[in-house]
């Protein structure tokens, strides 16, 4: 599966959207890009996913550029029960269905 | 739907001693994982099963680990004797198994080896 990079950590203020960015560069062209989170002391949650094409759902959206090498998880309206650690992983399909998660980017959002 | 049930919710235990968790995917979920997460270490997949079969154990530390999942509605991961390296959470997960679905994980059980 492709390594990601995503930045660390970041602080976003309540009420506004919330840009996660996620690098993929060595992505494969059958290789899917999916979006976990973390809320502290709980099991990751399932956010969204997506292979080529913008996605949305009631949670985020996810936007994925056209040389697939990087995306960015958008949580439109921020709220304080977004605070969480945010996990970009890609992988391809009939691989064992198993996800690795890296280190991921500690969202805060800020009253 | 309850979700992924894991028990129990934290579990303190002495060097040496044998432990077990427990967990019960959603029902008609056919693949099932099993994740410890530390601070150091983060996330670590240890095992997982297809239709009940172990596909893949080579995240299981020491051949003091162990995992079986006797039916499609139960799981078990067993430490025997247990180290206080082994102090962890342990998430259990499951999924129908397609790409078009994510996991959905269980609340974890707090191990602490004293």
């Known amino acids: 599966d492709a390594k990601t990079t995503q930045p660390t950590s970041m602080d976003c203020a309540e009420g506004r959207a919330a840009n996660l960015p996620c690098n993929h560069s060595t992505i494969s062209g059958n290789e899917y890009v999916y979006w976990y989170r973390q809320i502290h002391s709980q099991g990751p949650q399932y956010i969204i996913h997506?292979?080529?094409n913008n996605e949305t759902n009631e949670m985020a959206s996810l936007i994925i550029t056209e040389d697939r090498k990087s995306s960015t998880l958008i949580l439109p309206h921020a709220t304080l029960r977004d605070t969480a650690v945010y996990y970009c992983?890609?992988?391809?399909?009939?691989?064992?269905?198993?996800?690795?998660f890296g280190t991921g980017t500690s969202l805060t959002v800020i009253p | 739907d309850a979700g992924v049930i894991q028990s129990p919710r934290h579990e303190v235990t002495e060097m040496g001693q044998e432990v077990t968790l427990r967990c019960k995917p959603i029902?008609?979920?056919?693949?099932l994982f099993w994740y410890r997460q530390t601070m150091m270490r983060g996330l670590e997949l240890l095992i997982y099963f297809n239709n009940n079969v172990p596909i893949d154990d080579s995240g299981m530390p020491e051949d003091r680990f162990s995992a079986k999942m006797p039916n499609a509605s139960f799981s078990t991961l067993k430490i025997q004797p247990s180290e206080p390296r082994d102090s962890a959470v342990y998430f259990c997960a499951s999924t129908l198994g397609s790409v078009n679905y994510g996991y959905t994980f269980g609340s974890g059980t707090r191990l602490t080896v004293v």
């Open positions: 997506g292979l080529k």
């Open positions: 992983i890609v992988r391809a399909p009939n691989t064992g269905n198993q996800f690795y």
């Open positions: 029902s008609g979920h056919n693949s």
